[in-house]
């Protein structure tokens, strides 16, 4: 009886397992959030990296967190290194600069892989509509046998990044309300 069970489990492990190479991998995360200011003005908060650490929910988790800053508009990259692990090391690289609709990125998390994310902004008749949208094909860069679990952990991205992207779209609000 206990070999059975022994060996359905293992059975059932090496199921999942092999599932995890060839289920959807993509993972998506989108927040939105209405500001009381004009698109220019949350443009330039969104859109220029060096105001990124005064909003950015990564960045209240780790003040300490080392920021290198490079070029400006279409040329800009980010590069953050931090002891925490929730914050992690890597590059952020403006990949798209359209003041004052669209701002897209490519990351790359240090260890981690890479995403592609974009700040998408509307006017409307109350200020702003701010769409942070985030996207990343969860096997890319992962090691073959990590690629499975890899793919799992795309399925509750959502959960795990999407109330940091609230924080961050709050932290927003609040700076560019205040200005």
């Given amino acids: 009886m206990i070999q059975r069970i022994l ?14 190479f060839v289920l959807p991998d993509k993972a998506h995360v989108e927040r939105e959030i209405t500001i009381a200011a004009p698109p220019e003005q949350v443009f330039a908060l969104v859109g220029e990296l060096q105001e990124w650490p005064r909003w950015s929910p990564w960045a209240e988790k780790d003040p300490n967190a080392a920021y290198t800053l490079n070029g400006e ?9 931090s002891e925490v692990a929730e914050v992690g090391s890597g590059v952020q690289t403006v990949t798209a600069y359209e003041p004052p609709q669209r701002v ?3 990351l790359v998390f240090e260890g981690m892989g ?7 902004l509307s006017e409307t008749e109350s200020g ?5 949208v985030f996207d990343t094909e969860m096997r890319k860069g992962a090691p073959m046998l990590q690629q499975p679990i890899a793919t799992y952990v ?6 795990m990044l999407g109330p940091e992207y609230e ?8 700076i560019a309300e205040g200005e």
């Fill in 114 to 120: 890479e995403a592609k994310a974009e700040m998408l």
């Fill in 73 to 81: 508009g279409a040329s800009q990259t980010l590069e953050w290194n």
């Fill in 128 to 132: 702003t509509m701010v769409r942070w």
């Fill in 154 to 159: 795309g399925f509750f991205m959502d959960g």
């Fill in 7 to 20: 060996t359905m489990v293992i059975f059932l492990s090496a199921v999942a397992y092999g599932l995890g």
């Fill in 167 to 174: 924080r961050g779209l709050e932290n927003l609000k609040r």
């Fill in 104 to 106: 897209a990125f490519d």
